[in-house]
């Protein structure tokens, strides 16, 4: 059964480095999503992506985040200088056309030190 | 901006049991979808069951099911003949629009539902 992949599983990374998280959706799937999850809090949204353009953002998701979508596959949230407060699980997610069911991938845990 | 409640941070159950899991929301929104979704221990999360707002009738799905009540904004979960492998993390979710699929999900806060045997 496809899935969403996500690479890495754990990064640490020191305040003020930049950091790319990255997702490998599922294959016919045209939308896409990056949420995180700060320990203990609640899943909140970043960032919604189709036909190559940011569809949707929240404002967390400010001048230091970008989203790319290079080659066609992998689907990229970059953090230009991390701040202690990124620390959280990214979780990737894609949806196809079909309903709405948004399939997420298992996470990259982001440690900021 | 909607919102979403989950009141019950962990709950147990026995094996074999039923367990309700609370939600309530909070929207301006008429045509909305409303998700569960179990996230297992250091696993992804995969959607568990959907409901379409402008459905009456209760979504279910082999022992899960809903109990959607659109003027109290409620939309709960019960989970019949509980299992050791339903042990997870339980997130209510929204999402507004009517069959878009590009639309964000709001979440709740999560129930953390151990099955015992």
């Known amino acids: 059964e496809p899935e969403v992949t996500q690479t890495p599983s754990h990064q640490v990374t020191q305040m003020g480095q930049e950091v790319i998280l990255r997702c490998v959706p599922i294959s016919n799937h045209l939308y896409f999503y990056w949420y995180r999850q700060i320990l203990g809090q609640k899943v909140e949204f970043l960032v919604s992506?189709?036909?190559?353009?940011?569809?949707?953002k929240s404002e967390i998701f400010d001048d230091q985040f970008s989203v790319e979508r290079p080659d066609g596959s992998n689907f990229t949230l970059k953090i230009r200088s991390t701040k202690l407060e990124d620390s959280a699980m990214y979780f990737c997610a894609s949806c196809g056309l079909v309903n709405n069911e948004q399939f997420f991938g298992p996470g990259t845990r982001l440690t900021v030190l | 901006a909607q919102t979403v409640t989950q009141s019950q941070p962990e709950m147990s159950v026995q094996e074999a049991e039923t367990v309700t899991l609370s939600c309530t929301y909070d929207t301006s929104e008429s045509n909305y979808y409303l998700f569960w979704y179990k996230q297992p221990p250091s696993r992804q999360m995969i959607l568990v069951i959907r409901q379409e707002a402008y459905k009456q009738q209760n979504a279910t799905e082999n022992r899960f099911s809903v109990n959607f009540q659109k003027a109290a904004k409620s939309f709960s979960l019960k989970i019949s003949d509980s299992q050791l492998g339903d042990t997870a993390m339980y997130f209510c979710a929204f999402m507004k629009g009517q069959y878009n699929a590009g639309n964000m999900l709001t979440f709740g806060g999560g129930t953390r539902l151990m099955v015992k045997p």
């Open positions: 992506f189709y036909n190559n353009e940011i569809s949707e």
